[in-house]
């Protein structure tokens, strides 16, 4: 079905304030929710609010802790994120990287002890719809094999780089380790279809583009192969040594839930200083117009350009509500 | 066939003096090449060192230019590298990295207009050598095409990420966009064998395992399919956004060889502000234990670490020589 804008962000805001947050912070957390819907992400943005609100009843989330400042030195600053709400945690440490970078041109916070920041794009949107460049990754708990290996020991570890564009939308990509979410599989799966590309190896170490065969063997693959397996581990320990903070192992120990105590990291750079926004709006226009010039491939719909699904499903959810699965509302209407 | 490393050293810097490079310079361009080769990357090592002769004699490279600065903010630096040697402009710029962390703890170094740094690895080793966090990468000339499209449009982009470990070798990352390079698939298809995953399209738009079929369309696949075209693109515009410089487009136009002209970016943190490297290295030690403590998967050798492959190619290399391809060599005693 599809809901329109205003109405999934209040039902959201209504749920979250039930759940013991404050009406500011749970108007922040259901804006973001109901953008991630809106933006075709429904993994994070609807999907996730039933799970959230579950993950506060156990006390895997604390809805009224706040970050607190453990080290600063310069224009780097790391926090504990006191298990807050992800979303919060990492709204406040985007602003704080953006102070840093009006301070000294760049700025690194990192967070040890959070939790899950849902749809890691929100915050280089934020970033970048503010002039900033940014980076940032989070860590997780394990969800695929390192390469070579057949038992769950990598996050999925999501990457986001984000970049201004004066004028326009940023460009923004945001991506997890592996080539395809679990989510994905299950969805493809219930369609009766399988993966347009090999996503993991089946129980006997084959490559497989049947969804059903990796959920059973657990061993989905990273994107790249080799490639996708170190950046997801690099990922790893950087978001824990720049934070203080764990990784997947002691992620899974924890055992609060998907990224509970989770390492975030977020540089924030503010490029006016390295070239003018004028400068970068046309380096973005001519490298955009680059790649759109190549001829289209066959079997494909357009050649793509990142952000550009994105912007479609915006498109679409505001003209015709945005969509939302029958039960996952049903679910949320009845919190 | 094996040379020893000194030997392939001082070979590489007679050329390099022979090419007009000053003597401290020759040094270390050749002992990057050499290191290159030793860690088993002949391809950015030996295999090089014709081809940077070749360029400098193009005019494609001025072995007496320094890097020269065009802007400074806080702990942002921008550079002219006045298209001198590649090498030494990146380790100028990491050092540059080094002093602002030193600093501010965070340093972002930009630079433009430099020449083909080589071997990405090197500077992520070298600042993690030194106690350093590094984020690197550069862009480059059209190799691959844009996902859906057809011809050539974005560059390999190499990213390099680099922590240090106290007591021991760091771990680094350096991984190009495409899932093989043009070498490893005229190796492969000379050898007469198949990739060990798909490597690209066929003229036809069928994805395959055959070097020859993907070297005739020049349809290489990028790392996870649109994930490292996606990638690759924001590389290519964030190089050019943080140094004032260009992109592939341009790079291409300017016809200056591999990297001509090119853009790079050079992010070095202090991690020991953010954590001891008491504890760093402790959370990298139970990150490598728990991905090793994954069962072997059937047909792999070993569970994958990062910087493994370097470390036993090294190894082999102290042993036994540097391993070095006879006509390759037999063209570098003739330079």
Redesign the interface.
């Given at each position: 079905m599809r809901v329109l804008f205003e109405e999934m962000k209040n039902e959201f805001r209504r749920v979250f304030i039930k759940a013991g947050m404050g009406e500011a912070k749970a108007e922040i957390c259901a804006r973001v929710h109901a953008e991630s819907s809106r933006d075709g992400i429904s993994s994070h943005g609807a999907n996730r609010v039933a799970r959230f609100v579950d993950y506060v009843k156990k006390g895997w989330v604390d809805v009224a802790a706040e970050p607190s400042r453990e080290?600063a030195?310069?224009?780097?600053e790391?926090y504990n994120g006191n298990l807050g709400p992800g979303i919060l945690n990492a709204i406040y440490c985007t602003d704080r990287g953006i102070a840093l970078a009006e301070?000294?041109?760049?700025?690194?916070v990192?967070i040890r002890n959070t939790t899950h920041w849902m749809r890691g794009g929100t915050y280089g949107y934020y970033a970048a719809c503010r002039g900033y460049?940014a980076?940032a990754w989070t860590n997780a708990e394990?969800v695929m094999?390192?390469?070579?290996?057949?038992?769950c020991?990598?996050g999925n570890n999501p990457f986001v780089?984000a970049?201004p564009v004066a004028g326009g939308e940023p460009?923004i990509?945001d991506?997890a380790m592996s080539?395809y979410a679990y989510g994905k599989l299950q969805v493809t799966r219930l369609a009766g279809e399988k993966l347009p590309?090999p996503g993991g190896?089946d129980k006997?170490?084959v490559?497989t583009d049947e969804p059903g065969l990796i959920e059973e063997s657990m061993?989905i693959l990273p994107?790249?192969?080799?490639?996708?397996?170190?950046?997801a581990?690099?990922?790893?320990?950087?978001g824990?040594?720049?934070?203080?903070g764990?990784?997947?192992?002691?992620i899974d120990k924890a055992g609060k839930g998907s990224c509970g105590g989770a390492s975030q990291v977020f540089?924030v750079?503010?490029?006016d200083?390295?070239?003018s926004a004028q400068?970068?709006a046309e380096?973005?226009k001519?490298?955009k117009?680059?790649?759109k010039?190549?001829?289209?491939?066959?079997?494909?719909?357009?050649?793509?350009?990142?952000g550009e699904g994105r912007a479609l499903a915006r498109e679409e959810s505001d003209k015709l509500g945005v969509l939302v699965d029958d039960t996952v509302w049903a679910e949320i209407k009845n919190l």
């Open positions: 080290t030195y310069g224009a780097l790391v301070e000294y041109g760049i700025g690194l990192g460049v980076l394990s094999p390192p390469w070579g290996g057949t038992d020991k990598l780089l970049a460009i990509i991506m080539q590309f190896f006997n170490g490559l061993r994107m790249g192969y080799w490639k996708g397996a170190s950046f581990f690099m990922l790893d320990i950087l824990a040594v720049l934070s203080g764990i990784t997947a192992s002691d540089i750079i503010k490029p200083y390295c070239s400068y970068a380096v973005i001519k490298a117009e680059h790649i010039s190549s001829p289209l491939a066959a079997g494909f719909r357009l050649v793509q350009y990142p």
